[in-house]
C-alpha cells in the first residue's frame, strides 16, 4: 500500500469527523480510536481498517489507491477520417497512436491529481 493517497484519506477523516471527538467517530468506523489517531496522523492502515474507513467515509478505495473508482468507464478516443483517400495507411495508423499516447497521459495526469 505505499502508493496509498495517506494525506489525502487523513483529510477527508479529519473533515469528516468535523469537531467530532476520535473516540466516538472510530466507534462509528468500527476501529480503536488509536487506530483511526495514527490514521488521521498520516500511518498507512491495515487493509481491514482501510476497508471500515472507506465505508464510514463512503468513499471508494480506488481514490486513494490510484485507481479509476469501480463504474466509472474509461473512455476511449476514436478517430474516424472521412476521406480514406486524403491520409496515407501509415500517417492515419501514426496518428491514432498519437492520440492513444495523449489519452494515456491525460488519464495519468488524472488519477495523480
Not at 61 to 79: D, E, F, K, N, W
Amino acid at each position: 500500500m505505499d502508493s496509498i493517497k495517506i494525506q489525502q484519506l487523513a483529510q477527508h477523516i479529519q473533515a469528516r469527523r468535523a469537531g467530532k471527538g476520535v473516540r466516538e467517530s472510530a466507534r462509528e468506523v468500527g476501529v480503536s480510536p488509536a487506530t483511526l489517531s495514527r490514521v488521521e496522523n498520516g500511518n498507512i492502515p491495515d487493509l481491514e481498517t482501510f476497508g471500515k474507513i472507506c465505508h464510514w467515509l463512503q468513499e471508494d478505495p480506488a481514490i486513494y489507491l490510484g485507481m479509476r473508482p469501480a463504474g466509472q468507464s474509461t473512455p476511449t478516443a476514436r478517430v474516424h477520417f472521412k476521406k480514406g483517400a486524403a491520409i496515407k495507411q501509415d500517417s492515419a495508423k501514426a496518428l491514432s497512436e498519437m492520440i492513444v499516447l495523449a489519452q494515456q497521459a491525460f488519464l495519468e495526469e488524472e488519477l495523480e491529481g
